[in-house]
């Protein structure tokens, strides 16, 4: 059987539906199979459960003192101190870009209305305003750090 008749039985049985074919002759033994097709089995698998351990350092008597409202205005603390909390999730950061100059300190000046952070969330970067005007007592968040919806960024004692 020569290469031409080879050829020509391999597209025979492509055409059809046989699965194997051998052939024998004086000159040798020529096998041609088909090539199966691989089944496709779907399974589902069971992903692993993710658990994140959030770690957050004792609070001091000032922040224990903080309520724990679920509202996103500052609330009064006991000792008239303001809580200015985030709007939203994402990461904060204390300065316009990394060669600017924080928005505020200890101890800063604040109007209604300035920006004292921004929060990116989703690659956009969102200035918050300062919602009272006052002096900032403490800074509750790292620059470059998450924050949660609701969670404390600063403590202003109001003008």
Same mark, same amino acid.
């Given at each position: 059987m020569d290469l031409k008749q080879i050829h020509e039985l391999i597209k025979l049985i492509n055409k059809s539906n #046989?699965?194997? +074919? &051998? #052939?024998?002759?004086?000159?040798? /033994?020529?096998? +041609?199979?088909? /090539?199966?097709?691989? *089944?496709?089995?779907?399974? !589902?698998?069971?992903?692993? !459960?993710?658990?994140?351990?959030?770690? &957050?350092? *004792?609070?001091?008597?000032?922040?224990? &003192? *903080?309520?724990?409202? &679920?509202?996103?205005?500052?609330?009064k603390t006991p000792d008239n101190l303001v809580t200015i909390k985030s709007p939203m999730i994402g990461t904060f950061y204390r300065r316009p870009s990394p060669d600017k100059p924080n928005f505020t300190e200890i101890g800063s000046e604040i109007i209604q209305g300035k920006t004292i952070c921004i929060i990116e969330a989703m690659k956009l970067f969102n200035e918050i305003e300062a919602e009272i005007s006052g002096t900032i007592v403490k800074i509750l968040v790292e620059d470059n750090s998450p924050v949660e919806y609701d969670q404390p960024l600063y403590l202003v004692e109001p003008n």
């Open positions: #046989i699965g194997e +074919i &051998s #052939i024998e002759d004086k000159d040798g /033994k020529v096998t +041609i199979k088909q /090539k199966d097709e691989p *089944a496709v089995t779907y399974a !589902q698998v069971p992903l692993p !459960q993710q658990v994140y351990n959030v770690v &957050s350092p *004792a609070p001091t008597a000032q922040e224990a &003192s *903080a309520p724990a409202a &679920s509202q996103a205005a500052p609330t």
